[in-house]
């Protein structure tokens, strides 16, 4: 545990930490919200600008909840990796130049070290996206109407359907599972820390590994529907990382998160072997 709180305190830069913050409220701002009568799509952060022009209270899907719901949009596939792990990515290639490894190993194991690093990485970036993703819900409620400025049984059949544990534990339950996708979304960068310490490799690959892997995943599910192959189709949702965020009961749910933890195992398998057969210096370093 000292190990991680170590690795996690020379991650930890409160000005890059901020900055990552914004962009994750950015990356949220931009997703979309909305499509009306002409078939226009908004995105959040349009509804903010031009939403004095639609009634907001016709249509309960406009309520602060459900748009913090919908914050991970397109974009995020694209750029939340970097946001995620660029600040321990930067001190990652920076302990690799300096030839800081040699140090750091003589005073302890390397499976110790490489578990400190990937847990450390992990945490650092779940509790990113969950406080970007916090800041992003406060916005949206200071900017879009509450659920009680809704007709009343509008908002009960609203709430049966898509909040019926309550609006509490709705909350709660999001951002845990977005604590959880900032973990599993941090598997493309934690991958190519292992076998490279270049710099601009190290922020870019991810970025490209997952939008790749996104697109490459709904291809194969489109070519289900096109087959009408709809049991093959579900089956494929336990491979999107972002299935994690909606916390729910059944084998999806489960098997994305049991394909994640083995995913990270293998990870923390390869760094390992890496380390142990160069004996000074690794991908991590």
């Known amino acids: 545990m000292k190990k991680i709180k170590c690795e996690i305190s020379k991650i930890f830069y409160f000005p890059l930490f901020i900055v990552s913050c914004v962009g994750i409220v950015v990356v949220c701002l931009l997703s979309e919200c909305y499509v009306d009568g002409s078939n226009r799509v908004y995105t959040v952060i349009e509804m ?3 939403g004095a022009n639609i009634d907001m209270l016709n249509y309960i899907g406009l309520n602060s909840l459900e748009v913090w719901k919908t914050g991970l949009g397109v974009w995020s596939y694209l750029l939340l990796p970097l946001l995620l792990s660029i600040g321990y990515l930067s001190v990652l290639a920076t302990e690799r130049q300096s030839g800081a490894i040699r140090q750091v190993l003589i005073r302890e194991d390397n499976f110790s070290y490489c578990l ?3 847990v450390s990485a ?6 990113l996206l969950a406080v970007g993703y916090i800041l992003y819900g406060l916005i949206v409620w200071g900017f879009f109407p ?5 007709n009343e049984e509008e908002v009960a059949m609203y709430l049966e359907y898509s909040m ?3 609006v509490t534990w709705f909350v709660a339950k999001r ?3 977005i604590f959880l996708y900032g973990i599993f979304l941090n598997f493309y960068a934690v991958g190519v820390a292992i076998f490279s310490g270049d710099r601009y490799i ?9 939008y790749i892997y996104s697109q490459a995943v709904t291809k194969i599910e489109y070519d289900a529907f096109s087959r009408n192959d709809f049991v093959f189709a ?3 949702q336990s491979l999107r990382l972002e299935n994690i965020i909606d916390i729910r009961p059944g084998m999806p749910w489960v098997c994305t998160l049991l394909l994640m933890v083995i995913a990270f195992i293998v990870l923390l398998g390869l760094f390992w072997l890496m380390i142990t057969k160069r004996g000074d210096s690794g991908g991590w370093t």
């Open 164 to 166: 019926p544990d309550g």
């Open 202 to 210: 190290l922020m870019c690959l991810p970025m490209m590994l997952s």
């Open 175 to 177: 951002i845990i599972g």
């Open 234 to 236: 579900d089956k494929l």
């Open 116 to 118: 400190s690093k990937i």
């Open 146 to 150: 509450s659920l009680s400025l809704y």
């Open 122 to 127: 992990c945490l650092y970036s779940g509790v």
């Open 48 to 50: 903010m600008i031009d």
